[in-house]
């Protein structure tokens, strides 16, 4: 079935450093993608998505192609900020979004 | 956007009581709305899909006679914790799904936290 895999946290930056934070998916077809982020105490945001293949989303500074020919959705951020400490979550396409650990990313000063 | 609310925000009960948590959908209709529940540090595990009109499924492993789902209206859906234990303590996230421009995308409450005493 449809599934994620994503790379395991936790991950430590300074600030304005490049993020990255790969995710893979398997799917059948080419369904929308999601990331979503979860700040402390909080809920799930979404954060960006992608409907078809090449799509970029894009929010707050946060980018994630669609790319069709590797199935990936990496998450990236030129210049992180203290504020981006957060989970983030790469959800998997269609179905009830299982969830996998996400992310963490935590920013230092 | 969408907007998903959640009441209450957080709660403190006695164990063996019982604790209803609402979830609405604010700005739209939602057929399906979902419950996770997370542990600190931890990811979302989904319990059940909540369908207006019907009944709720239940992911395995899932009490649905602890965990009571009602999906009364197309914008609320109730989480009804009963007898509640310790062990019941989490973080509970509700979402919905939303249709728009044949795009299905979940949108999540802020999450209920639960303790119980």
């Known amino acids: 079935g449809d599934s994620v895999t994503q790379m395991e946290g936790p991950v430590t930056l300074s600030e304005e450093a490049f993020l990255t934070i790969n995710c893979t998916y398997t799917?059948?077809?080419?369904?929308?993608l999601f990331w979503y982020v979860q700040y402390p105490g909080e809920g799930l945001q979404l954060l960006l998505k992608?409907?078809?293949?090449?799509d970029k989303g894009s929010n707050k500074g946060f980018e994630a192609t669609y790319r069709k020919e590797t199935t990936s959705f990496h998450l990236e951020k030129g210049s992180v900020q203290v504020s981006d400490s957060a989970v983030y979550f790469c959800?998997?396409?269609?179905?009830?979004?299982?969830f996998g650990q996400g992310t963490e990313l935590s920013v230092k000063p | 956007g969408a907007v998903v609310s959640q009441h209450p925000s957080w709660v403190i009960c006695k164990s063996g009581t019982s604790v209803k948590i609402e979830c609405r959908s604010l700005d739209f209709q939602a057929t399906t709305m979902f419950w996770y529940r997370q542990f600190p540090k931890q990811s979302l595990m989904l319990m059940a899909t909540?369908?207006?009109?019907?009944?709720?499924?239940?992911e395995q492993g899932v009490e649905k006679d602890k965990f009571l789902i009602n999906h009364a209206s197309l914008t609320l859906s109730t989480l009804t914790v009963t007898s509640a234990h310790p062990e019941d303590s989490s973080f509970y996230i509700c979402?919905?799904?939303?249709?728009?421009?044949?795009?299905?995308?979940?949108?999540f409450g802020p999450g209920t936290r639960l303790l119980v005493l």
């Open positions: 799917a059948t077809g080419y369904p929308s």
């Open positions: 992608a409907t078809k293949a090449d």
């Open positions: 909540s369908n207006e009109g019907s009944k709720a499924t239940y």
């Open positions: 959800a998997p396409p269609r179905g009830k979004l299982i």
């Open positions: 979402s919905a799904s939303y249709l728009a421009g044949g795009l299905k995308t979940q949108y």
